[in-house]
Nanobody
Framework: QVQLVESGGGLVQAGGSLRLSCVASGLTFSLYRMGWFRQAPGKEREFVGSISRSGVMTYYADSVKGRFTISRDNAKNTVYLQMDSLKPEDAAVYYC???????????????????????WGQGTQVTVSS
């Protein structure tokens, strides 16, 4: 049974930082591309960033580029989202997702689409006060 469990959310002031973690189990983590998405109340779930299997390649939404950093530790089956310079508009439930898409090459934009992902976590709330 595949499980993705996010943690690290909370309340932070604008300009502050948070680090989200997502621990995966029930899958061979190193074979999965990973993504982070977020959903604010009344809005659709939107792409935040993605990372290749090795962790060498990353891709970000324009709204977070330069402020957020995705990384992974395949030995710990964990993907991280470091969020700096947080803004009130970053407040949302953040979800990690795992993709077992069979393509052999990395395409950041390809993995910005929710449909590429096979498994999702339950989400962690991030609140940013102004």
């Amino acid at each position: 049974q595949v499980q993705l469990v996010e943690s690290g959310g909370g309340l932070v002031q604008a300009g502050g930082s948070l680090r989200l973690s997502c621990v995966a189990s029930g899958l061979t983590f190193s074979l999965y591309r990973m993504g982070w998405f977020r959903q604010a109340p009344g809005k659709e779930r939107e792409f935040v960033g993605s990372i290749s299997r090795s962790g060498v390649m990353t891709y970000y939404a324009d709204s977070v580029k330069g402020r957020f950093t995705i990384s992974r530790d395949n030995a710990k089956n964990t993907v991280y989202l470091q969020m700096d310079s947080l803004k009130p508009e970053d407040a949302a439930v953040y979800y990690c997702a795992a993709s077992n898409d069979p393509r052999t090459y990395w395409s950041g934009s390809y993995y910005s689409d929710r449909v590429r992902y096979d498994y999702w976590g339950q989400g962690t709330q991030v609140t940013v006060s102004s």
